[in-house]
């Protein structure tokens, strides 16, 4: 008898991927839509599914037990600023996962907890991406970097972590030794496009995992969005933490960093 998964999937075509993979693997996999998240194709494409509100907690559980389910996935994109955005909305589940506060960390632990709780484990959200994490080396090795940018490369790694260590974000943007741009709950992105109102071209971007190591929940994605948005501000490199960064469209997104002579590195 096939095991059975349910895969929440956000934004992004991972949670598209994760779902193809386990029915290959030979899970009975329940896709749970989140309404204004999960993309459309996915949803139709699904054969098990249920449709839900951000806020439906109790009913997404309540159809894991019904259905059997004792394993469940969390992945692709929800904003965690919605936590905030949404705050009236979410008062009941909120209510019900009692977290500490409303950081990343604490959110997802207590959300997590209140799941397990009812005896359905929620496993690692890169389980079936394995080939999509960055491996630790240079990627692009024809871009070449001077002394400089290689100091820059290193400081903004170290920032980065110390950054994550404290649960502020995962991002930051450097430049002759100097954090430009700082992640906090508006996204990699958005810090970006801050930096480079600050310095027109040539900073470096690093993007690592929380310290909590927990790939239940926290894990950094690089895609087509992020060459575009490189590309557009001209930053110089970007580096990624190995073993811990999905990277989407691996080959297409390498093909582009080079194309674009942006240095691109997983390190750990």
Known sequence: MA???????????????????????????????????????????????????????????EQLQRNGIEQLLMIGRIPHRIVFLKRKQLKRMLNKIKPDYFSTNA????????????????VNSTKFLGSLLAEERVYTPECKIDLSEQKDIEFAFNKACLLAAEDIGQTVCVMKQ?????????????????????????????????????????????????VSLLKRYRAKALLVEAGQTLIVDKEKFIAAMKKNAIYFEGRR
């Open 3 to 61: 095991e059975k998964l349910a895969i929440i999937s956000g934004e992004s075509n991972l949670g598209q991927l994760s779902y193809a993979e386990a029915k290959k693997a030979g899970y009975d996999v329940m896709l749970i839509a989140v309404k204004g998240f999960t993309p459309r194709k996915l949803i139709r494409e699904a054969e098990k599914k249920i449709v839900l509100g951000i806020d439906q907690l109790d009913l997404m559980i």
């Open 107 to 122: 959110f997802f632990k207590s959300l997590i907890a209140y799941i397990e709780s009812f005896g359905i484990k929620v």
């Open 178 to 226: 100097t954090v430009i741009a700082v992640e906090a709950l508006e996204g990699t992105d958005q810090a970006i496009r801050r930096a480079a109102k600050i310095c027109k071209q040539g900073f470096v971007v690093a993007k690592v995992a929380r310290r909590s190591g927990d790939m239940r929940y926290d894990v950094p994605v690089v895609g087509m969005k992020t």
